[in-house]
């Protein structure tokens, strides 16, 4: 079975641009999330998604960020215009059902860097 | 709001030593407790849990322990070998609430041959 992939592993980008991130979930997986981890600190939660429906976008930091999953399928989220804030490695993690003992499978990260 | 404190950030050990990490959650309503490790290059994966009705959950050489009253809790890892090194993250979250995991800051432990 894959992964959660995600794309592309690493990006570099000047503030004020775009940049679009891609996450492929497991297959058959309804739930999918977005982190990300910011300087090293802890991995913080963006939003969660039950097919293509928000479940929760709590997380969400402002709308410079926009995530959508067309088809219930893979995810993007995007980032428009990026901040020297927005640094960081963006992770996708996905789940077969909504449960706390239903582990979440993560992918590599996408590392964010804008200079 | 809801934070998981983690300690300590950089973790030495020496190779068939123990490595203790320990966290410190501020939301009495969690009541499930993951442990994420981290490989270079790659996401965080689930290598051990314990549920808030639980004092001590042990798994070959990783255990966890909770104290719910302190609200602290603990990874144990005994016999340290050099695959153990990594990037680990406690973590803790409610059942009704499971896809907001709050994360501690992470431990990098290193084990030296």
């Known amino acids: 079975e894959a992964g959660v992939t995600q794309f592309p592993s690493h990006s570099v980008i000047e503030k004020g641009q775009t940049v679009t991130l891609r996450c492929d979930p497991i297959?058959?997986?309804?739930?999918l999330y977005w982190y990300r981890r910011v300087m090293g600190k802890e991995i913080k939660f963006l939003l969660h998604?039950?097919?293509?429906?928000?479940?929760?976008e709590s997380g969400m930091p402002n709308n410079r960020f926009l995530a959508e999953r067309t088809g219930g399928t893979y995810s993007t989220l995007k980032v428009q215009p990026a901040e020297l804030e927005d640094s960081g490695v963006y992770f996708c993690?996905?789940?077969?059902?909504?449960?706390?003992?239903?582990?979440?499978?993560f992918g590599n990260g996408t590392r964010l860097t804008v200079t | 709001g809801e934070n998981v404190e983690q300690h300590p950030s950089t973790l030495s050990v020496q190779e068939g030593d123990s490595a203790v990490i320990k966290c410190t959650y501020s939301?009495?309503?969690?009541?499930?407790f993951p442990w994420y490790k981290q490989e270079l290059g790659k996401g965080p994966q689930l290598i051990i849990d314990?549920?808030?009705?639980?004092g001590e959950k042990k798994d070959q050489r990783i255990a966890v322990t909770l104290n719910k009253t302190a609200k602290h809790f603990s990874l144990h890892i005994t016999e340290t070998q050099p695959e153990d090194s990594a990037v680990y993250f406690c973590?803790?979250?409610?059942?009704?609430?499971?896809?907001?995991?709050?994360f501690g800051s992470g431990t990098r432990l290193s084990i030296r041959p």
């Open positions: 939301d009495s309503a969690s009541n499930y």
């Open positions: 297959s058959g997986h309804d739930n």
């Open positions: 998604f039950v097919k293509e429906s928000k479940q929760d």
């Open positions: 314990i549920r808030s009705n639980v």
């Open positions: 993690a996905s789940s077969q059902v909504f449960s706390y003992n239903s582990p979440l499978h």
């Open positions: 973590a803790a979250t409610r059942y009704s609430s499971a896809s907001k995991i709050i």
